[in-house]
């Protein structure tokens, strides 16, 4: 035992511990300077057991500790938390040695995070109010404002819904039959066009239900289409030409007429360009997809595609981008500066491509079949990341994005309108930074494992109908005959005569400047 004795101790202390080293020193007489014990000299003294040192070592150490102060580091809880959060920062030492299996352990995090998102997918969110008599085939977003929007069906009514309280908020009787098209002006005015010859415009933010139109212009044929010019108070509809129409203007005579030269055809749809103002395309039942420049009054461009086109879209954010709708069951996204070739070709459909929309953002598409489902796409991939569905669900002919990017919302001939989520398993409201950071790493994990069999499995598996799936089955046994077909008569040809066209290119039969 070593005892660090002190100056201040008491003097009854000292005379002890002399005692007790006297005791201890007589064994040790011989050694030299066993005689002398100096005051000074007690400081690293061993002490063999002894009761009185213990007694008193004890009430010593006891009597120092009730009047020692001790000093501790102490920081304020603030310093040490990130800012707006309320968990305390943890150190940690990076050093990888010291974190073995890694990359075992971020897999299993992966796989886990996949098995979660499949399973709290839930796209379908409500069924808005009691829906349409007839079939919804036109549905318009009032683009300055992110909860209204508008839907058209085959008996005339029109519906002006609120996604906030999911009920309609306003109706109207607009035309005598089906309605063709709709928009919505920046003054919050919807503007219908319809088979009955007739485009009215209504301020459903102003006025009753059932009011009448605040205007209404006569055309010569049904229209088809009405799409409107984001900088000026101007649309155009679309029959057997294009009608550009002044909105400022009573008269029913269009300010402008647009056509290609040698075209007698429907116009099925047209639109215009929301960030080039001046450009306008259109499809028509002769197969074409043509390019219009208002400066000119004049048509650019005509494509002839394999089958006819139903819907036209244009990418928000790359003004020159635009997606096509086809009958063929495919959407193909072209750049309007080289048609000789599509930039993309989406495949995942089983019918006809009834509508196609770009997201807000222009990275992704909603379209609508007419095999019942609605599927999302991402502008880069050439199948579809996500297919939605209902038991009761019928034909889908109309859908939309909502402005704010997270909704999507269909019409279908079953008379309902449909709301979805945009990501099927992401859940809307306030999250807290650690829960925000917990799901961008996992999906920073499913990025990165991605391509491993067992994860691209579970993220890749969607439960769909027996019809769509069987469907699906015959027409791939059908593209594999075709190509085989192929194949076998480029074999038994001249060398160069049947030569090899993409996938991207074969669907242009022709083109005309």
């Known amino acids: 035992m070593i005892v660090i004795v002190p100056d201040e101790l008491e003097s009854d202390t000292m005379e002890v511990l002399e005692q007790c080293y006297r005791a201890r020193g007589s064994s040790r007489a011989s050694e030299p300077g066993a005689d002398k014990l100096p005051s000074e000299d007690l400081a690293n003294r061993e002490f063999i057991d002894c009761p009185h040192f213990a007694v008193q070592k004890s009430l010593y150490i006891s009597a120092h500790l009730a009047d020692m102060k001790i000093k501790a580091l102490s920081r304020s809880a603030e310093s040490q938390q990130a800012p707006g959060t309320n968990v305390s920062r943890q150190p940690r030492n990076l050093d990888p040695s010291l974190h073995p299996f890694e990359r075992a352990r971020e897999y299993t995090r992966a796989l886990n995070a996949t098995k979660l998102e499949r399973m709290f997918a839930a796209p379908f969110l409500a069924q808005l109010g009691r829906g349409h008599v ?20 085959g008996d005339g009514v029109i519906k002006v819904w609120d996604l906030t309280t999911r009920d309609e908020v306003w109706q109207t009787q607009a035309h005598e039959n089906l309605v063709k098209g709709m928009c919505w002006t920046d003054d919050h005015k919807v503007i219908s066009c319809g088979s009955d010859k007739t485009i009215k415009m209504y301020d459903p933010y102003n006025t009753q239900s059932n009011s009448p139109p605040v205007a209404t212009w006569l055309g010569p044929n049904a229209f088809n289409s009405i799409t409107r010019h984001r900088s000026t108070p101007t649309v155009a509809a679309s029959s057997s030409v294009i009608s550009i129409y002044d909105l400022t203007r009573p008269s029913t005579t269009p300010s402008q007429t647009i056509a290609w030269p040698t075209s007698v055809d429907t116009i099925t749809s047209v639109a215009f360009n929301q ?11 002769d197969r074409s997809l043509i390019l219009y420049d208002l400066r000119t009054s004049s048509a650019l461009h005509r494509s002839v595609l394999t089958l006819a086109s139903n819907s036209i879209a244009w990418n928000p954010m790359e003004p020159f981008n635009l997606a096509v709708a086809n009958e063929d069951h495919n959407i193909y996204l072209f750049d309007t500066r080289n048609m000789k070739r599509a930039l993309n070709v989406l495949k995942d459909h089983v019918a006809a491509v009834m509508d196609v929309s770009f997201s807000p953002t222009g990275e992704e598409l909603v379209s609508a079949s007419y095999d019942r489902t609605v599927r ?38 079953d008379g309902n309108v449909r709301l979805w989520r945009a990501e099927a398993s992401k859940r809307q409201g306030v999250q807290s930074a650690r829960q925000r950071q917990a799901l961008e790493y996992d999906d920073a994990l499913k990025k990165r494992y991605a391509h491993m069999p067992e994860i691209r499995r579970i993220a890749r598996h969607r439960h769909v109908p027996k019809v769509v799936k069987k469907a699906g089955e015959i027409k791939g046994e059908e593209l594999k005959g075709l190509k085989r077909r192929e194949e076998n008569e480029r074999r038994h040809s001249k060398k160069g005569d049947k030569p090899r066209r993409s996938e991207r290119e074969k669907m242009v039969l022709a083109m005309e400047e």
């Open 134 to 153: 007839d079939g919804v085939y036109t549905i318009a977003k009032d683009p300055k404002s992110l909860e209204r929007f508008a839907s058209g069906s």
């Open 376 to 413: 999302l796409w991402k502008r880069s991939e050439g199948h579809s990341r996500d297919i939605y569905h209902t038991k009761r669900m019928q034909r889908v002919f109309s859908c939309a994005w909502s402005s704010d990017n997270n909704y999507i919302i269909s019409g279908s001939d």
């Open 275 to 285: 960030s080039e103002t001046s450009l306008l395309a259109s499809t028509g039942t």
